[in-house]
């Protein structure tokens, strides 16, 4: 993620739809785990999703491969270190939660960054990782934000396994707007992004997500692809 891209997501993140939908279900992973311990955010960006960690207890470091990703963060008064998601700059066996949102689907060895979000964890360790599924939704937009690839269910296991961790969960979201993103996206020739929504659209895309989280609608085929998993040894 470049300055510009950064400094956009710095921008929006607190209003906007998709990053609040995204910060709840941090916040509702992070209620299942219960007692909070050490964590790592790798790909923090300007660290939004590091503070939910913070404000719910947790001993929280952020690590991104952008210097005005980790400035950002050192403003905030957010621990931040500058390092490649396949050569984290941490300890191994440290981390009792490790944070991988939408980041594997821009690393081209992506199993690599998945065995450093391995070795960070402690046994027992929760990872909880986060890209975009599919790659029948692949458009201008996946080209812009830098990504290498979109993810069946089958493909962000097998690379989650792969690491030596156990998968306990995997689920799909955005289900209910994934008629319309695929029209969106399909039909446009440039990078045409549902997080810049004037607030109208704003306010009933954040309805739309409030509905599918209260639906059975989560083996459905989605836009985002969720899961859990934890380090076993």
């Not at 929006?12 to 007692?35: F, H, S, T």
């Not at 046994?123 to 692949?138: E, H, K, Y």
């Amino acid at each position: 993620m470049d300055t510009i891209e950064i400094q956009r997501v710095v921008a929006i993140e607190d209003d906007n739809w998709w990053y609040r939908e995204r910060r709840g279900i941090v916040a509702r992973e992070l209620r299942r785990i219960g007692v909070p311990g050490t964590a790592v955010d790798i790909g923090a960006a300007g660290g939004g999703n590091t503070k939910v960690l913070m404000e719910h207890g947790w001993q929280a470091v952020a690590v991104d491969s952008a210097p005005a990703a980790v400035d950002l963060c050192l403003a905030q008064g957010i621990t931040a270190y500058l390092g490649d998601a396949r050569f984290l700059p941490l300890p191994s066996a440290t981390y009792d939660l490790a944070l991988a949102l939408n980041v594997l689907e821009h690393v081209e060895d992506d199993r690599a960054a998945a065995a450093e979000i391995a070795r960070v964890l402690r046994p027992g360790g929760t990872a909880l990782v986060s890209v975009p599924c599919d790659m029948s939704l692949w458009s201008a937009h996946d080209v812009a934000l830098g990504r290498v690839r979109r993810y069946a269910k089958a493909d962000l296991a097998g690379v989650l396994e792969g690491a030596g961790l156990r998968v306990e969960r995997l689920w799909n979201c955005n289900v209910l707007l994934r008629p319309l993103v695929r029209w969106r996206r399909h039909r446009a020739r440039y990078c045409e992004d549902m997080a810049d929504a004037p607030p109208i659209v704003n306010e009933l895309l954040s309805l739309v997500s409030a509905v599918e989280r209260r639906l059975p609608v989560k083996s459905w085929p989605g836009v985002t692809l969720f899961a859990r998993a934890y380090r076993a040894d």
